[in-house]
């Protein structure tokens, strides 16, 4: 694919996804202007710093803003006039009470740029919108930029992993060019010259096919992962065990073994969200019965964190009134600092509210925890938490849960009983150390 020279970008929405694309854009070359309203949000950045948890992002941050390459602004004109092609990376929350997608800061991001764009320009979108989004933004940078026709859109799904968001934006799978142009996809390719160069695969699709990428994907995974929960309510039902289950399936290439762990599911700000508006959106435009499959899927995920608390209250002789509780976890998934639809908050909150004294450790989502959920109470490390706990619960598998010493934890408690909530410990190794030891579709 022959792509021009490298052009200027722009990333409109410095969020999880908008500040990791800008530093990496920088880092590869790119001259790279982040822009965001928030303007405490960009003094952050500006001086250095990453108001939220992903490995690597820190020293990137570092290296590009030293190399002068990248910049932040609250300025749309700015915006403009400075790139040639620009990154709409805004949040798409889901509308409160519905289970539709909310497309308000997508829209403002486009009409606030594009009353700007006096010149030839893309801009590409790669939030994760419903089917149809791209095309109507299509006609509404048309409509308000002064150049008109000579500004293109074009979409560019993301993929990231929270973890691993810089290794899978440098060093992607596969890149999907939404394009209506061969210069949109030309454009398109010269803003992802070094990772193209590396062999990457491209797929060059129309606008409608990239927007479901993304959704579709998602879905797929949350169906995955609520397949195996589903098998594991058969297992607790039956005494077969989930774990040996998932193990014979995963030997089947047909299906793999990743993404088939069974456990408390799926959470954060991806998939919840992705699957309620794909759904929702899908019903708009007639065809809701073709994934009406998607609501089951959710309803499996949701019901796990009810089991979890029920193998709790189990473990307690029926009842949590009372009842000291050590919580390892807060965050939706290792890795990560995001508590976006976290089954470790929500299992951990609803204990509370059932009336266990109830305390928290997370080694990175404690002051999102804190901020969402002041009526919890927390510590400074998983044997502060378990210190006098009744029971303990692994709510998120940080690798530093799976190597704790089950002798070493057996010291502070007051009673030795664990619920896995992950299947991240090893059975036989706790309950050699006199644990009692629950997991969700385990014997």
Not at 194 to 204: E, F, N, Q, S, Y
Not at 402 to 424: L, S
Request: with cysteine; aromatic share 6%.
């Amino acid at each position: 694919m022959e792509v021009s020279e490298l052009p200027r970008l722009t990333v409109i929405g410095t969020g999880y996804l908008g500040a990791t694309h800008a530093v990496c854009m920088a880092s590869l070359g790119y001259e790279v202007l982040g822009l965001d309203v928030d303007a405490r949000k960009v003094e952050r950045l500006a001086s250095g710093e990453v108001p939220f948890f992903e490995p690597g992002l820190p020293e990137l941050l570092a290296k590009a803003l030293d190399s002068g390459r990248l910049r932040f602004t609250t300025s749309y004109q700015e915006a403009a006039e400075f790139g040639d092609v620009h990154f709409i990376c805004v949040g798409t929350p889901q509308q409160p009470g519905s289970d539709a997608c909310d497309l308000r800061y997508v829209d403002a991001s486009v009409s606030d740029l594009a009353v700007h764009l006096t010149r030839k320009a893309l801009v590409v979108g790669k939030s994760t919108v419903p089917v149809g989004t791209a095309a109507r933004l299509a006609d509404l940078v048309r409509e308000l930029a002064p150049a008109g026709e000579e500004v293109e859109l074009a979409w560019n799904p993301e993929f990231l992993r929270e973890g691993f968001a810089v290794d899978d934006t440098l060093r992607p799978d596969r890149l999907v060019f939404g394009t209506t142009s061969e210069w949109a996809r030309e454009r398109l390719a010269s803003a992802f010259k070094p990772i193209l160069d590396h062999g990457t695969p491209v797929v060059d699709t129309d606008l409608a096919t990239a927007e479901l990428v993304k959704v579709a994907a998602n879905s797929f995974l949350a169906t995955k992962i609520s397949y195996i929960n589903a098998m594991a309510e058969i297992c607790e039902v039956t005494g077969a065990d989930v774990r040996d289950l998932a193990q014979a399936l995963a030997y089947d290439d047909r299906i793999g073994g990743r993404f088939l762990q069974p456990g408390l599911g799926f959470g954060g700000g991806c998939l919840p969200k992705d699957i309620r508006a794909f759904a929702h959106r899908a019903e708009e435009i007639g065809v809701g019965q073709a994934v009406s499959f998607l609501r089951e899927v959710d309803a499996i995920n949701r019901r796990r964190r009810s089991r979890t608390i029920d193998l709790v209250r189990g473990l307690l002789g029926g009842r949590l009134d009372g009842a000291r509780i050590a919580c390892l976890g807060a965050a939706f998934k290792p890795n990560s600092d995001d508590i976006r639809d976290a089954p470790a908050l929500d299992v951990a909150r609803t204990m509370h509210g059932l009336g266990a004294h109830v305390r928290v450790y997370d080694p990175a989502a404690l002051d999102n925890a804190r901020l969402a959920y002041p009526e919890l109470r927390y510590g400074e490390s998983a044997l502060d938490v378990a210190r006098d706990a009744d029971v303990v619960v692994l709510l998120t598998e940080w690798s530093e849960f799976r190597e704790i010493d089950p002798a070493a934890m057996a010291e502070v408690v007051r009673h030795r009983r664990i619920v896995d909530g992950r299947h991240a410990l090893d059975a036989v190794l706790w309950r050699s150390a006199g644990w009692e030891y629950r997991a969700l579709g385990r014997p």
